[in-house]
């Protein structure tokens, strides 16, 4: 059993993997879609987090303090076969990390959303994730400062979930790679690393799925009426702007140093989640978004 945040989980499932798959005892030789052949050994995962879906998904990700970079693994092998997500194990999670892991279930929905590989299904789970997160987010961190759990605390855990079982099927994008660099580099929670990419990750992409960030507004409760498409995918960006900035997620990374943009733009290049975006990328591009959240820059 594993119980705690993505973190917990993760380094279970990793190691749940090793123990049946003993040739890979390097966990580095796990990274990417690894080829594994047994399955883990039997998990119940319990996330007191909501979040990061690990109890759910095929993936976990793993931080190579000496490489300085994190990296992750996709296996079908790695899936726990049961997940009890109840929101009273995530109540006592400070105000702060509720906002920054529900704005990690945010980016989950949207990069799902978005990503190349999206299609009917995933996109049921992804439209109904953004709408439950966004529902549910400011109460959620509402209820941890005033430590009353309620209905947005069970709304985020459902939501959360429901991103989990989207994502994990389709992947996920330029945002996960970014913040996943990001963290590596200046140990940024990973879900504020998520937050403040989310809008420039859209803007970003908006001229390749401008209809699809249309339909984000809409799932935001954003009443589109009479808006153009182009209206309402920017509206889309502006409402996960105020929700991030409601939840107090800061939006530039103050730790970020202005000569090591390049080798951030090169690591995020080499993250697995990095090909599912929907626009190609140059390492000029990639550059220029780090330079958006990088004060020094
Ligand atoms: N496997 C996946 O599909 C997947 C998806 C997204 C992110 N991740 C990874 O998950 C990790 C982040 O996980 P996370 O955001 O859940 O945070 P975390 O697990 O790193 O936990 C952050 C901190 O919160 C504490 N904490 C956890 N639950 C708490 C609770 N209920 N009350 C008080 N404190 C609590 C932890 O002890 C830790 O100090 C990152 O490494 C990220 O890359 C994995
Ligand atoms: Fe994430």
Redesign the pocket.
């Known amino acids: 059993m594993t119980i705690?945040?993505?973190?917990?989980?993760?380094t279970a499932?990793a190691i749940g993997i090793i123990i049946n798959n003993p040739e890979f005892a390097d966990v580095r030789s796990l990274e990417g879609v690894a080829p594994t052949k047994n399955h883990a050994v039997f998990t119940i995962a319990v996330p007191?987090?909501a979040?990061?879906?690990?109890e759910v998904?095929i993936?976990?990700?793993i931080?190579d303090p000496e490489k300085v970079r994190?990296f992750v693994c996709v296996d079908t092998n790695d899936a726990p076969e049961v997940a009890v997500v109840d929101p009273d194990?995530?109540a006592?999670?400070?105000a702060g990390?509720t906002a920054?892991?529900g704005m990690?279930a945010l980016t989950?929905a949207i990069e799902g959303y978005t990503t190349k590989g999206a299609w009917e299904l995933s996109d049921m789970f992804h439209f109904e994730a953004i709408k439950l997160i966004s529902e549910n987010l400011r109460d959620s961190v509402a209820e941890a400062k005033s430590g009353q759990p309620g209905s947005g605390r069970e709304g985020m855990a459902l939501g959360q979930y429901v991103a989990?079982m989207g994502f994990?099927n389709v992947g996920l994008g330029i945002d996960h790679a970014m913040a996943?660099t990001l963290?590596a580099h200046y140990d940024t929670?990973?879900?504020v690393a998520c937050a403040m990419l989310l809008p420039i990750a859209m803007e970003f992409n908006k001229p390749v799925c401008a209809e699809r960030l249309a339909k984000v507004a809409v799932a935001m409760g954003v009443d589109t009426t009479g808006m153009s498409t182009d209206e309402a995918a920017d509206a889309a960006i502006a409402a996960v702007k105020q929700l991030s900035a409601d939840v107090n997620i800061p939006h530039v990374c103050e730790a970020m140093k202005a000569d090591e943009i390049e080798v951030l733009a090169k690591d995020a290049m080499a993250d697995a989640c990095f090909p599912g975006n929907p626009r190609e990328a140059t390492l000029d591009d990639v550059i220029e978004l780090f330079k958006k959240i990088c004060p020094a820059a």
Do not use: F, Q
């Open positions: 705690g945040g993505g973190s917990s989980m993760d499932k007191t987090t979040g990061t879906a690990a998904t993936n976990y990700v931080t994190k194990m995530m006592s999670m400070p990390l920054s892991t990690d989950h989990g994990s996943h963290s929670p990973h879900g």
